[in-house]
């Protein structure tokens, strides 16, 4: 069992920045999903458990930047250049590897809300 603790968050205006951290009590891969309202949850980025490997959806992709501290099992997604569209609740992830976190994710944070302002 994976115990996941996100913090971060909070409301920006269009082009600012925001930093999520997710806490892991256990080495693993790790990575964010997002929801907005009437929408499906998407997948936004994952890192392996080393942290030699990373995926990003197209959307995110040259704005968002996911990194680990191994020592602390934390991983942090650096979203800049934020859009109004980013706006959702964003849920950090665990599974073994990148790929199954990406489509069937195990364990899952409480989730933390982004709101970018236009």
């Known amino acids: 069992q994976v115990q996941l603790v996100e913090s971060g968050g909070g409301l920006v205006q269009a082009g600012g920045s925001l930093r999520l951290s997710c806490a892991a009590s256990?080495?693993?891969?790790m990575g964010w999903f997002r929801q907005a309202p009437g929408k499906e949850r998407e997948f936004v980025a994952a890192?392996?458990?080393?942290?030699?490997?990373?995926r990003y959806t197209d959307s995110v992709q040259g704005r968002f930047t996911i990194s680990r501290d191994n020592a602390k099992n934390t991983a942090y997604l650096q979203m800049n250049s934020l859009k109004p569209e980013d706006t959702a609740v964003y849920y950090c992830a665990a599974a073994q590897t990148t790929a199954l976190l990406r489509t069937t994710p195990k364990y899952w944070g409480q989730g933390t809300q982004v709101t970018v302002s236009s």
């Open positions: 256990m080495s693993t891969a």
């Open positions: 890192i392996s458990a080393g942290g030699s490997t990373t």
